[in-house]
């Protein structure tokens, strides 16, 4: 092979200065050598290495600085080749520095052109050069590594990052600690510079994709794991699957993350799955749904086990705790006939780890545990954080030796110290603190003092909201969304978020979007179920109760333990329930959260007695007792159980703070009207209810934003108040089953109200299964906030409003299994920020107007029996990037779809149609 240098710009004045040498020049004085020419020559002794020498001058004189980067290129190009002309199949890799790498591009753009293609690409499209040359790398499918740097330069008497990340970041990129003159000079062949070099030779070509499944780490991350990846990614290549063990926060996931970055181009189809704990087990649609193809993220339909079947597959399994979790590795491994894929799976437990050997036989199976940081590493890590020079410095070495080497440790210490910069008396009394955890033998019990020393600066708010998220919301179905809804009527609703954000930037929990699960670490899962449990007068699990908690605390079994029981007695004594009734009424009272699961023996009478409560999610039935209600102070409500009336759990009259409510009721037949006396009710959802309609007062839920009713399968109609909801944002209908064949017959009343059009504040609405929706209403049209509409199996719709053009904001339309829907109006052509349309089953949909939309990026039509041709104006959608049409009559298409040849940026074109 042969790998080329080229240099970066000269600052140097004179014209003596060989750059060319002096930009990949390591060392000082005798120790000073080219290493490219020491180092690679060793590694790669097949190799010819050549540096490039060319004027970069920054400063310009009459004899140098005249660069014309054009100019430049066309002769090193005629160089070039006259130097490969009887090597041209030798693998050619292109290292540059600054400059360098713009060269570089520009000689590729001219290695294209000399093959007569050049012309006719800038006749088409006048595209920059990055442009250029990022079609070409498309193309031709180049491997693209570009490294950034993390530390500032010195530049005359100022100093900066002269190349930020956004401008370097392209293609797998990693950052280094390193300012921008060094990059070009490792310090050693365990550099992280130099091993990134030597993983790209030594597998030098990859496929292009889409980053769409990057895993975000800690720039510092890729440095400190150099040589863990490197062993890793040799591991790899005999092994089928790796398992990486060790104590939580010791960086088990962060390891995977960083290796499945850096390994993503090298597998046509890659998947990570994280916090796998959190799920009951792994299935196969859960796998398939997160497949990547190339790093851009398919769609279920677009994925199935034929498709993986003989292809390279990466898949990531980051935090196992269960035996189920890991079965469907071993049904890919039975079903795969590719010997290349490979799967890497972390897990505290390494017994766990070891069945994988079973599952996967006889693929090989290696067991790796990651290390503690060495001091070294634990000091750069603890300093990326920010933290200060002296007077700081002098406890750095302290904090490093008390952390032993523990990443989430050194972290959360990290930026805590970071926080309180300047204030050298906090940074006295938490060495003095380090210190005294030091003493601690348990190094559990030493872990969670060093955490909790963070948790100790909060506000008391943010305590609270600490332990809320640590005990109650992580491992359930709540959102941050539902989180920070329940707590802005506690802490404010200028502060929560603030609050949330100061967790987030002292690493007590995960950055999450508000659409997304609570997430936090399992060791800091632990200190606030620790904390929780002590947090009450009485000093047993007084705050919040769950089956794990009230098992610890208690003595009441979980649910496996509770199976033993009764498969050993036969039954549980009444004597036994009422000891565990009157241990629990004596710290009932503390109780603020409350998730009740089988077995817990919580009644609906010790609930009514939890005076404090603010939260309470129930996932076993509950049986309603007269005389007894739900606390008025609670907040966050899931109910599920037999009731028939919701005045069986509470007066709404009482619920004065309530804003989220989930109900599974399915023997609910009515709303009441004091449903409407919920004055700061935001986020509701009915589940299975057996309702016809609802009640004239629902219309008086002004707070309302977020509105759900799934499967409920007797809904027919709303009430004209239903338009009062003005600040309402999200709307979901779900009134058939899972496969439509079952809701409210089709009657004369239409399902939507003449006073829809007022839902100003609308962004998604979701239609599925409405039998009774004939046709959308005419004050659609004034639904002006509306991005996102999906209309499924509501086969009774014969038409759209003939306004429907007349949103201004919609960006998605998905209208499937609409059987009786003919074609959308002639509107529809005036939607201009519409992105993404897809129609699916709709045997008498016709398309006359698509060709107007001129924002269209993505078309999919399927299972369309009348759609005979498309419009021809197709061919003027300058963004249509994706074209996938199925299922209908090829005949007059092909005509059709050929004049798309004018669109430039179109990526992908899927032709199945029924005649092949």
């Known amino acids: 092979m042969d790998i080329l240098f080229f240099h970066g710009l000269n600052l140097s004045s004179t014209a003596s200065d060989d750059i060319h040498v002096s930009a990949w020049t390591s060392g000082e004085g005798s120790e000073a050598h080219l290493w490219p020419k020491t180092w690679l020559s060793q590694d790669f002794p097949r190799a010819r290495i050549l540096a490039i020498s060319y004027d970069s001058h920054l400063i310009t004189t009459a004899g140098q600085g005249r660069t014309d980067l054009h100019n430049t290129a066309e002769s090193l190009m005629t160089c070039l080749l006259m130097e490969r002309e009887e090597l041209l199949l030798r693998p050619l890799i292109l290292v540059g520095h600054c400059f360098g790498g713009v060269l570089i591009k520009q000689l590729c753009v001219h290695a294209h052109d000399r093959q007569g293609e050049g012309a006719q690409m800038e006749t088409r499209t006048e595209l920059r050069l990055h442009g250029r040359f990022d079609n070409l790398r498309r193309e031709y499918r180049w491997r693209i590594a570009s490294v950034g740097e993390l530390k500032e330069t010195e530049w005359g008497a100022s100093r900066c990052v002269m190349v930020p990340e956004a401008s370097a970041r392209y293609g797998e990129f990693t950052s280094v600690q390193a300012d921008h003159i060094s990059l070009s000079k490792p310090t050693g062949k365990d550099s992280l510079v130099y091993m990134l070099l030597m993983m790209l030779i030594e597998q030098p070509s990859s496929r292009d994709y889409t980053p769409g499944n990057e895993q975000t780490v800690p720039p510092i991350a890729s440095e400190l794991l150099a040589f863990q990846v490197e062993k890793v990614h040799r591991s790899l290549k005999s092994s089928t699957c790796l398992g990486f063990h060790g104590m939580g926060g010791i960086g088990k996931s962060t390891l995977a993350r960083v290796v499945f970055n850096r390994l993503n181009g090298e597998f046509e189809y890659s998947c ?216 802005r009527v506690h802490f404010g609703p200028d502060f929560a978020d603030d609050f949330w954000t100061c967790l987030v930037k002292k690493s007590l929990v995960n950055d999450v979007r508000d659409d997304e699960l609570i997430l936090i670490h399992e060791q800091m899962k632990d200190l606030g179920t620790k904390l929780a449990m002590g947090s009450g007068g009485g000093g047993k699990c007084s705050r919040t109760w769950n089956k794990k908690i009230l098992s610890k605390a208690l003595g009441i079994p979980t649910t496996e333990q509770h199976q033993v029981a009764m498969s050993s007695s036969g039954r549980t004594s009444r004597k036994q329930v009422i000891s565990v009734s009157r241990q629990l009424r004596e710290c009932i009272k503390d109780v603020i959260a409350l998730r009740l699961e089988e077995p817990m023996p919580i009644t609906m009478e010790d609930i009514s007695n939890m005076r404090g409560l603010r939260y309470l999610d129930s996932s076993k039935d509950l049986t309603p007792i007269p005389g007894t209600a739900i606390p008025s102070g609670v907040v966050l409500l899931r109910w599920r159980g037999q009731i028939t009336s919701i005045a069986d759990m509470f007066d709404p009259d009482q619920m004065y703070v309530l804003t989220v409510f989930h109900l599974e009721a399915p023997r609910l037949l009515e709303v009441p009207d004091s449903f409407g006396f919920l004055p700061r009710l935001q986020i509701l959802t009915f589940t299975g209810c057996k309702f016809t309609t609802l009640p004239h007062s629902f219309g008086e839920l002004l707070g309302l934003q977020h509105l759900e009713f799934t499967n409920c399968t007797e809904l027919c109609s709303l009430p004209e108040s239903f338009g009062h909801l003005s600040n309402l944002e999200f709307l979901s209908f779900s009134v058939a089953d899972m496969y439509g064949e079952k809701s409210s017959e089709a009657g004369e009343e239409n399902f939507l109200p003449a006073s829809f059009g007022d839902l100003v504040q609308l962004k998604i609405l979701i239609l599925y299964g409405c039998r009774s929706l004939h046709a959308l209403p005419e004050s659609f049209s004034k639904l002006e906030s509306l991005e996102e509409l999906r209309i499924e199996r509501c086969n009774n719709l014969l038409t759209l409003s003939d306004l429907f053009g007349e949103l201004p904001e919609l960006r998605t339309l998905d209208v499937c299994h609409c059987r009786s829907l003919p074609e959308v109006p002639v509107s529809f052509g005036t939607l201009s920020k519409l992105r993404a349309v897809r129609i699916a089953d709709c045997e008498s949909f016709r398309a006359e107007t698509l060709g107007d939309l001129v924002s269209l990026e993505s078309l999919v039509i399927s299972d369309c029996k009348s759609l005979h041709q498309l419009p021809g104006t197709l061919g003027q959608l300058s963004k249509l990037r994706k074209l996938e049409i199925c299922g209908t009559e090829a005949d007059e298409l092909r005509t059709t779809v050929s004049s798309l040849g004018n669109l430039q940026p179109l990526d992908i074109v899927r032709m199945r149609t029924v005649d092949h």
């Not at 590795?329 to 505290?348: F, K, P, Q």
């Not at 872990?447 to 109650?472: G, R």
């Open 272 to 487: 990570f799955i994280s916090d796998v704990k959190l799920k009951a087990r792994i299935t196969h649609e859960d796998l398939l749904h997160a497949m990547h193809h190339y790093g851009e993220k398919m769609k279920y339909n677009e994925c199935t086990w034929g498709h993986l079947r003989g292809r390279k597959v990466l898949v990531v399994l980051d935090d196992v705790d269960k035996y189920e979790h890991l079965q469907i590795l071993g049904y890919i491994a039975s079903n795969m006939s590719s010997r290349e894929d490979r799967y890497i799976v972390t897990s505290r437990d390494v017994a766990l780890l070891g069945t994988l050997r079973s599952i996967l036989q006889p693929r090989e199976v290696e067991l790796y545990r990651v290390p503690f940081l060495d001091e070294s590493s634990a000091r750069k890590l603890l300093l990326s954080y920010g933290v200060p020079d002296p007077p700081a410095e002098e406890f750095v070495d302290r904090v490093v030796d008390v952390c032993n080497g523990l990443p989430l440790s050194l972290e959360v210490i990290g930026k805590y110290l970071h926080e309180n910069r300047g204030e050298e008396e906090i940074w006295k009394k938490s060495v003095e603190a380090l210190r005294n955890c030091a003493d601690i033998s348990n190094f559990k019990e030493r872990l969670w003092d060093i955490l909790q020393l963070s948790y100790d600066s909060l506000a008391n708010e943010a305590k609270e909201m600490f332990l809320d998220s640590s005990s109650f919301f992580v491992g359930s179905s709540w959102r941050l969304q539902e989180a920070k809804v329940a707590w």
